[in-house]
């Protein structure tokens, strides 16, 4: 089973609200990394949380942590059109570090102008 | 921030042929690279980390022979996948680290996608 289920599979909202998306992972970790990619393209990195913060901030980016329920949240503020995309969670086992990056099931978001 | 380069970001081949994809960091050397293949509205599944000067470690259920990797230099490392069967049609995508460390940075390519006919 994958190491990151995300939540929801697929998330539609207006632009200018909020988004949140929700990543569960099973394993300890190093750090966490969430990623965007638009359709048909490569992955973006948009912010790494490591195991020992528990909130980061990045532009209109908010992701929290909470290494005891193994979740993670992504929050983007303020939607746009342009946020249309999937969006993955990414865990980077404590062991292996980036080595062996495993990826969620990612949440397909589409903003409605 | 760094580039990786993938060519080609999309090919269509004949049942039986083979087909190389090359990965590139264009303004960093990257010792290690990694391959991930990604099925329509799936995630990336980690096949093979790509070592320079070295042979390839394959993730289970990866066919090396398969799925040949060479890391030659340290800005290019190659998949080649032999005699390609439509089952291989798929997204093929590469990352690249920087630096030594195993936290560092991973930079993506922006994805080779493969049809088999």
């Known amino acids: 089973s994958q190491q990151g289920e995300e939540d929801p599979q697929a998330l539609s909202i207006q632009e200018g609200e909020n988004a949140t998306m929700n990543c569960s992972y099973k394993t300890s970790i190093n750090n966490l990394q969430w990623y965007r990619q638009n359709s048909g393209r490569g992955l973006v990195h948009l912010i790494l949380i490591r195991s020992n913060e528990r909130e980061k901030h990045s532009g209109r980016l908010r992701v929290t942590l909470d290494t005891s329920k193994k979740s993670s949240s992504l929050l983007i503020t303020a939607s746009r059109a342009a946020d249309t995309a999937s969006y993955f969670c990414a865990t980077a086992p404590s062991n292996f570090g980036n080595e062996k990056l495993t990826f969620g099931t990612g949440t397909r978001l589409t903003i409605i102008p | 921030g760094a580039v990786v380069s993938q060519h080609p970001s999309w090919v269509i081949c004949k049942s039986g042929t083979s087909v190389k994809i090359e990965c590139r960091s264009l303004d960093f050397q990257a010792t290690t690279m990694f391959w991930y293949r990604q099925f329509p509205k799936q995630s990336l599944m980690l096949m093979a980390t790509?070592?320079?000067?070295?042979?390839?470690?394959?993730e289970q259920g990866v066919e090396k022979d398969k799925f040949l990797i060479n890391h030659a230099s340290l800005t290019l490392s190659t998949l080649t996948v032999t005699s390609a069967h439509p089952e291989d049609s798929s997204f093929y995508i590469c990352?690249?680290?920087?630096?030594?460390?195993?936290?560092?940075?991973?930079?993506f390519g922006e994805g080779s996608r493969l049809t088999v006919l």
């Open positions: 990352s690249a680290r920087t630096g030594q460390r195993k936290t560092g940075e991973l930079f």
């Open positions: 790509s070592n320079e000067g070295s042979k390839a470690t394959y």
